[in-house]
């Protein structure tokens, strides 16, 4: 079992940053590839950002590719998502996920424990 929980959501203009954590309990982290998810209202959940159990590889939406960084620290259980150069698109609820498939998952069921999520909301 692993418990999750967001943290640094927040309001920001456009243009501006954000840093999302995700920590994780359980002794089991390391071994979970993690990922990040977002939903807007009326919108379906949509793959955001995915990094391998030992960090080594990532993968990101086309969306965001060049302006967020996922990562992972796991003496610390803990996954971040650095948000750059946001747009008001990316308001949405963010979600990390964790999951044992393997080969940096990007679709929903393929995660296991899912956070309770974290509002992001960027202005214009």
């Known amino acids: 079992q692993v418990q999750l929980v967001e943290s640094g959501g927040g309001l920001v203009q456009a243009g501006g940053s954000l840093r999302l954590s995700c920590a994780a309990s359980?002794?089991?982290?390391?071994?979970?590839?993690m990922g990040w998810f977002r939903q807007a209202p009326g919108k379906e959940r949509e793959f955001v950002a995915a990094?391998?159990?030992?960090?080594?590889?990532?993968y990101y939406a086309d969306s965001v590719k060049g302006r967020f960084t996922i990562s992972r620290n796991n003496a610390k259980n803990t996954v971040y998502l650095q948000m750059n150069s946001l747009k008001p698109e990316d308001t949405a609820v963010y979600y990390c996920?964790?999951?044992?498939?393997?080969?940096?998952?990007?679709?929903?069921?393929?995660?296991?424990?899912w956070g309770q999520g974290t509002q992001v909301t960027v202005s214009s």
């Open positions: 990094i391998s159990w030992r960090g080594g590889s990532t």
């Open positions: 996920a964790a999951g044992t498939v393997r080969g940096l998952p990007s679709r929903d069921y393929e995660y296991d424990y």
């Open positions: 359980g002794r089991t982290f390391s071994s979970y590839d």
